[in-house]
Nanobody, 127 residues
Framework: QVQLVESGGGLVQAGGSLRLSCAAS????????MGWFRQAPGKERDDVFE????????????YYADSVKGRFSISRDNAKNTMYLQLNRLKEEDTAIYYC????????????????WGQGTQVTVSS
C-alpha cells in the first residue's frame, strides 16, 4: 500500500521560509517522478490543484511553475524515500494546502495524472 505523508507546514511571515517533506512508503521510490501541488483557500470545492513543481525519479530533472520559479526548490533523497520542497521568500498568495503526489501517467503538471497523493500540509503566510 502506497503512502505519502507530508510535513513541515506552518504559519510564517511574508518573506520567510519553510521546508516541506514528503515521506513515501510502499513503492520503489526512485522509480517514480513526483510532484508538489497546492490548493488555495476556497478552491477545495472546485477540486482545483495548482501545479507547483515536479522532479524526476533520479532527481536530475526539476520543473517549476512560473509563480514559484526562483523562490521554491524541489529535491529528493532516494536513500530516505523522501521528497522536499524548500519555500523561500514566501508571499501571502502562497497560502494553501500543499500536497505531494507520485507516479504521473502523462503530464507531470496535471494533477489528474498522478496516481498517489498525500493528505496535505497547511502553509499560511501572513503579512
Amino acid at each position: 500500500q502506497v503512502q505519502l505523508v507530508e510535513s513541515g507546514g506552518g504559519l510564517v511571515q511574508a518573506g520567510g521560509s519553510l521546508r516541506l517533506s514528503c515521506a513515501a512508503s510502499g513503492l520503489q521510490f526512485s522509480n517514480y517522478p513526483m510532484g508538489w501541488f497546492r490548493q488555495a483557500p476556497g478552491k477545495e470545492r472546485d477540486d482545483v490543484f495548482e501545479y507547483v513543481a515536479a522532479i524526476s525519479g533520479n532527481g536530475g530533472n526539476t520543473y517549476y511553475a512560473d509563480s514559484v520559479k526562483g523562490r521554491f526548490s524541489i529535491s529528493r533523497d532516494n536513500a530516505k524515500n523522501t521528497m522536499y520542497l524548500q519555500l523561500n521568500r514566501l508571499k501571502e498568495e502562497d497560502t494553501a494546502i500543499y500536497y505531494c503526489a507520485a507516479d504521473p501517467d502523462g503530464s507531470w503538471k496535471n494533477a489528474r495524472d498522478y496516481a498517489f497523493w498525500g493528505q496535505g500540509t497547511q502553509v499560511t503566510v501572513s503579512s
